[in-house]
């Protein structure tokens, strides 16, 4: 069955640094998206791509987040300047249809 | 807002007990339902979903969940649980091409 890979499994950043989180979407989808999950807390929606373009982003979406699908097989999540509140696990997931989505096994990612 | 409620926040059940999680929503016109699960340590990995036609969806492991407009509702059942189905339970809309949210997730321990 066809997966979404999602690299490093854990990263551990200091505060203030960059981070770029990888995924690599199933082929034939066209829908991405980003969400995260802070310990204890419920899954929140970040942002979704499609045709190249942002389609919708959400309030904790700000200017230190950007997405890029390079080459067409990677789609990444970069943190411009890391907080402690960034820490989380962080999710990516990918559709054909914009319906049913197909996540990866996520990103942890701890700043400190 | 729009919001996804799940009332039960831990449920602890002893195998063969049966189980209902709760999922209310507050959204208007036509929704797309999905439960997804969150075995410890890994990723959301869908349940059931509900699009249209009958509103006794059944989906893996065991699993339904019934969907009744009248209460925006979306509960998840099964007869009889085992010790494997420990695990987050996270119920989700999804409204025509607006982004999939999550409820606060639902933590079930099921002792042996």
């Known amino acids: 069955e066809p997966e979404v890979t999602q690299t490093p499994s854990h990263q551990v950043t200091q505060m203030g640094q960059e981070v770029i989180l990888r995924c690599v979407p199933i082929s034939n989808h066209l829908y991405f998206y980003w969400y995260r999950q802070i310990l204890g807390q419920k899954v929140e929606f970040l942002v979704s791509?499609?045709?190249?373009?942002?389609?919708?982003k959400s309030e904790i979406f700000d200017d230190q987040f950007s997405v890029e699908r390079p080459d067409g097989s990677n789609f990444t999540l970069k943190i411009r300047s890391t907080k402690l509140e960034d820490s989380a696990m962080y999710f990516c997931?990918?559709?054909?249809?914009?319906?049913?989505?197909?996540f990866g096994s996520g990103t942890r990612l701890t700043v400190v | 807002a729009q919001s996804v409620s799940q009332h039960n926040h831990h449920v602890i059940l002893s195998e063969a007990a049966s189980l209902e999680l709760g999922c209310n929503y507050s959204?208007?016109?036509?929704?797309?339902l999905f439960w997804y699960v969150q075995y410890p340590g890994q990723h959301l990995q869908l349940l059931l979903k509900?699009?249209?036609?009958?509103?006794l969806v059944k989906g893996i492991k065991g699993f339904e969940a019934e969907f009744i407009k009248s209460k925006f509702s979306f509960n998840l059942r099964k007869p009889s649980v085992q010790w494997s189905d420990t695990a987050e339970y996270f119920c989700?809309?999804?409204?025509?091409?607006?982004?999939?949210?999550f409820g606060t997730g639902t933590r079930l321990q099921v002792f042996p």
């Open positions: 791509f499609y045709n190249n373009e942002i389609s919708e």
């Open positions: 509900y699009f249209s036609g009958d509103p």
């Open positions: 997931a990918s559709s054909a249809d914009d319906y049913g989505y197909t």
């Open positions: 959204y208007g016109g036509t929704v797309n």
């Open positions: 989700a809309v999804k409204r025509n091409t607006d982004k999939l949210i």
